[in-house]
């Protein structure tokens, strides 16, 4: 591993692993200090049914960034609302997007931007389970950011991305079956 990369090493296990004493298991957990790989800090973020008031048409994404909660707008004044990771301090951003493209288990290529701030990052990363993109992505316009599912579920409720959205692999994969090409998403 590149010195650059080993000195970043202790920050990056501290904002992005796990909890400190945790270990992820993909089997059944042998004991309390392990999870399995849908674990979410809170109940509060779990996908689920709420009132939701709006002037968005059924179909449309909110995503409230300060409240870590993306709602998908239904019908009658309800949402599906989802738990979320969102950006960290100084990579926020805002706006409205229509979704352009949508990819099951999603490569990954890092922009030279993220490799300048973390230099052990791979250059590409083929999909599948060990890729931080997770299980589906939808991508937003023309920008670099999307809406992807992670491997390290831990991250939803905080802000620690470069500026995507993160949910939980079940939670993106419910969200892509629901949301169409062109669908609108708003970013507050």
Request: aromatic share 10%; charged share 15%; proline share 9%.
């Amino acid at each position: 591993m590149p010195a650059a990369a080993n000195s970043n090493r202790g920050f990056m296990d501290a904002m992005f692993g796990p909890p400190p004493g945790v270990e992820l298991t993909q089997g059944r957990p042998a004991h309390q200090l392990q999870y399995q790989s849908q674990y979410v800090g809170h109940p509060k973020f779990l996908r689920q049914v709420v009132n939701y008031r709006t002037h968005h048409a059924p179909g449309t994404a909110v995503v409230d960034t300060r409240q870590h909660y993306l709602y998908l707008v239904l019908n009658g004044g309800r949402a599906m609302r989802y738990g979320i990771g969102v950006a960290r301090y100084g990579f926020e951003w805002t706006g409205t997007h229509r979704v352009t493209a949508k990819r099951e288990w999603p490569s990954w290529t890092p922009p030279a931007e993220m490799h300048a701030r973390q230099p052990g990052l791979p250059r590409f990363m083929e999909g599948g389970p060990n890729n931080p993109m997770g299980a589906r992505a939808l991508y937003l316009g023309s920008t670099l950011y999307r809406i992807h599912g992670t491997n390290e579920p831990w991250t939803i409720g905080r802000s620690v991305s470069s500026g995507c959205i993160r949910m939980t692999n079940e939670d993106v994969i419910d969200l892509y079956r629901r949301v169409p090409l062109g669908a609108k998403v708003v970013v507050v």
